[in-house]
């Protein structure tokens, strides 16, 4: 119940736009609504990758374990990808703008509303962070950083059993 309500949260935030999503583009999305990434990716389930712009740790996870073959064709069969980079200075639609009971403070850019909804989703701040939700808006299963590839695997494989 806690993570319905966390995630009913962010829910104020803008669509998110998947056209410009392909699968294993880690471009990151502008704005995130969790209901319509459910139901455009019925029935898949949501992979969200926590990322930043500066985290080194994240392109050497990219370089290294996301371009394998094995990962490329689990993500691309079986779940719907949404980059959300925290660190993204990008204004917001001030329609978007929040204010966050974390930092006390009104969010207005891109990063700092996606880094407050990790925090409330996730209880981490690291990156990266993956997040894997199902179609009833519940966390299944949460992964930071390896650079181990099976490792990777197993986790994204798991909740498909």
């Given at each position: 119940m806690k993570n319905f309500v966390i995630l009913l949260a962010i829910l104020n935030l803008a669509s998110c736009d998947l056209s410009s999503n392909t699968p294993l583009s880690f471009e990151g999305n502008k704005a995130f609504n969790l209901e319509e990434v459910l139901l455009k990716s019925s029935p898949k389930p949501l992979l969200v990758y926590f990322t930043a712009f500066g985290c080194s740790a994240c392109r050497t996870m990219?370089?290294?374990v996301l371009s394998s073959k094995t990962?490329?064709?689990t993500i691309q069969e079986n779940y719907t990808l949404v980059s959300l980079i925290v660190d993204d200075r990008t204004k917001a639609n001030k329609e978007n703008?929040?204010?966050s009971k974390i930092v006390n403070k009104v969010l207005k850019t891109v990063g700092t509303l996606n880094g407050d909804f990790q925090i409330?989703?996730?209880q981490?701040?690291?990156q990266p962070t993956f997040v894997i939700v199902n179609q009833q808006k519940e966390i299944?299963?949460?992964r930071g950083y390896t650079n181990n590839v099976d490792t990777l695997s197993r986790f994204l494989e798991?909740?498909?059993n």
């Amino acid at each position: 119940m806690k993570n319905f309500v966390i995630l009913l949260a962010i829910l104020n935030l803008a669509s998110c736009d998947l056209s410009s999503n392909t699968p294993l583009s880690f471009e990151g999305n502008k704005a995130f609504n969790l209901e319509e990434v459910l139901l455009k990716s019925s029935p898949k389930p949501l992979l969200v990758y926590f990322t930043a712009f500066g985290c080194s740790a994240c392109r050497t996870m990219e370089e290294k374990v996301l371009s394998s073959k094995t990962i490329t064709k689990t993500i691309q069969e079986n779940y719907t990808l949404v980059s959300l980079i925290v660190d993204d200075r990008t204004k917001a639609n001030k329609e978007n703008w929040k204010h966050s009971k974390i930092v006390n403070k009104v969010l207005k850019t891109v990063g700092t509303l996606n880094g407050d909804f990790q925090i409330q989703f996730t209880q981490t701040s690291s990156q990266p962070t993956f997040v894997i939700v199902n179609q009833q808006k519940e966390i299944v299963s949460i992964r930071g950083y390896t650079n181990n590839v099976d490792t990777l695997s197993r986790f994204l494989e798991e909740p498909l059993n």
